[in-house]
């Protein structure tokens, strides 16, 4: 009998030649291979296993996985009974454990084999040593951590932005200012944040214009930004933006470094303010000096004059005796800026000092058709002061709002206490009003919103305040007045005095 078997060497030769291909590949591989059966029985392992493992292949043949220490027995178990149930291949990354018993970190690539009747029948697992890769990424996280403790420990405002303005990391500080603590702002530009917080909106898209002209100068820029804050206040940021570029010129980033100089800026304007006053305090003593000489010859003269002037023509000399006054009451001003003053503090009664301010005042608002009046609460306490300069206050303050009120109207003086410490004094009127932007800076010296004004008065005013351990704050609103708060404080109760001495005598 003769039987061809032509094909049946054909699939033998087949089978040889894939035998070949495996195990040339098993040989070839860096990565680690091991071929088990169902029972976890190890068929095959490859030379790349014997050297990362450190078993040969006659040790682990025939022996359940060794690998897989203890505690990841059960983790093993189940991972191998989903991909017998699915039949899918499986990619995850774990830790095995090495024939010397150190661990080391594996990809782990499992795969199972299926017969022709579509049954596993064993696995095929391939195995990555990526140890020094995760050591890189426990590096990286490490130096990722301490640059966001830097950063964060920083005064000033940090921020990275990628190429296209969008935020990439921010420190603490920067999300406090623009309040993000709990925005996802990772991967947004600023006018995409504005939506957030509607605020911040005109602040966002000025930055966002502002990176862009860094960009445009292709340098370092440096300016000073201010960002305003819920409470009405504002921060002044001195800022630095450093943009960074590929090697083919397209953008790769922004660094923006901001320092808050608020109160730096706040420092400078004191010390202008400080060598003004002084140049003030230069000329006044000047001025005063060559002024007071002359006054004094032309006062006595005029005196002189008064017995032998004729009756028709007296009202010349009362005009000049007013005028020379009223350029005395100047040159004193002047001196009280010059030099300071001996003053004697004594306790007095608020309201009746304000009664008296109000006579002094009276003649020049029933002039104008303006009517005072006086609100006071009852429980109004003495308080200690120098009369003449808290009446010179007062005085000035009323003239002010007097000469605001060009169509007459109505100045409602206010006396109230804030608490047991403190005694509020309130002007309100119905004046022409003082734009916002100007306030802050009424009380400097040659600083007057009136045209034939010098500064003086209020300047003066805003000093005797604060010598008396007060303070003044100025509200208004153009065409409806204007609100003048004099804030002084209560001296301590007699009793309460004794008391103080007492106990620290004890």
């Known amino acids: 009998m003769i039987k061809d078997i032509t094909k049946n060497k054909k699939i033998e030769e087949d089978l040889q030649l894939t035998k070949q291909q495996l195990d040339l590949f098993l040989k070839n591989t860096i990565d680690s291979i091991i071929i088990f059966d169902l029972q976890r029985n190890v068929i095959k392992v490859n030379e790349a296993f014997e050297e990362v493992f450190g078993w040969t292949e006659q040790e682990v043949i025939g022996r359940e ?31 095995r454990q090495r024939k010397d018993g ?27 040593d990526i140890t020094e890769r995760k050591q ?65 909106r005109d602040t966002l898209f000025y930055c966002e214009k502002s990176d862009q002209k860094t960009w445009e100068n292709n340098r370092v820029t440096r300016s000073e930004e201010v960002i305003p804050q819920p409470d009405g206040k504002s921060i002044t940021f001195d800022v630095i933006k450093v943009p960074i570029f590929y090697p083919n010129g397209r953008r790769k980033g922004l660094v923006i470094i901001g320092r808050d100089i608020t ?40 005196r002189l004059l008064q017995s032998s002037i004729d009756k028709s023509n007296e009202w010349y000399l009362d005009v000049m005796v007013s005028e020379i006054n009223r350029i005395e009451s100047i040159t004193n001003q ?11 503090f004594q306790l007095q009664d608020l309201q009746m000092l304000i009664e008296q301010v109000l006579t002094v005042v009276y003649p020049e608002a029933t002039m104008n058709n303006i009517q005072i009046s006086i609100e006071a609460h009852a429980d109004i306490p003495l308080i200690r002061c120098e009369v003449n300069q808290l009446k010179q206050v007062f005085i000035n303050i009323l003239k002010n709002a007097i000469e605001a009120m060009q169509s007459g109207g109505k100045i409602v003086v206010q006396v109230m206490k804030l608490d047991h410490n403190l005694v509020l004094i309130r002007c309100v009127d119905q004046g022409c009003g003082i734009p916002k932007e100007r306030i802050q800076y009424l009380g400097e010296p ?47 109760l007699l009793e309460e005095v004794i008391s103080d001495l007492t106990e620290s005598n004890q």
């Open 65 to 95: 996985l060794s690998i897989v220490p203890d505690f990841l027995v059960d983790e093993c178990t189940d991972i191998i009974r989903k991909i017998l149930n699915s039949k899918h291949v499986m990619s995850f990354e774990t830790v």
């Open 102 to 128: 150190s661990l080391i970190d594996v990809s782990c690539f499992i795969s199972p084999i299926v017969n022709a009747k579509g049954n596993v029948t064993a696995f095929v697992s391939i195995l990555r």
């Open 136 to 200: 890189m990424e426990e590096a990286l996280k490490e130096s990722e951590k301490r640059l966001r403790t830097l950063i964060n420990s920083m005064p000033d405002l940090v921020l990275f932005k990628d190429g296209k303005g969008r935020w990439i990391e921010a420190n603490d500080y920067a999300l406090s200012c623009f309040q993000f603590e709990n925005v996802p702002y990772r991967g947004k530009k600023d006018s995409e944040l504005a939506t957030y917080n509607e605020f911040y």
């Open 263 to 302: 109160e730096l800026k706040q420092t400078e304007e004191l010390l202008r303010k400080s060598e003004k006053l002084a140049v003030v305090g230069q000329l006044s003593a000047g001025i005063a000096h060559e002024i007071r000489n002359p006054l004094t010859s032309l006062k006595g003269f005029l």
């Open 334 to 344: 002047f001196m009280a800026v010059a030099k300071p003053q001996a003053v004697t």
């Open 446 to 492: 040659f600083y007057s919103l009136k045209e034939k004004g010098n500064g003086l008065g209020l300047m003066m005013c805003y000093k005797i305040i604060k010598e008396h351990q007060g303070k003044i704050s100025i509200e208004s609103e153009i065409n409806k007045g204007t609100i003048v708060d004099v804030i002084l404080p209560i001296p301590p």
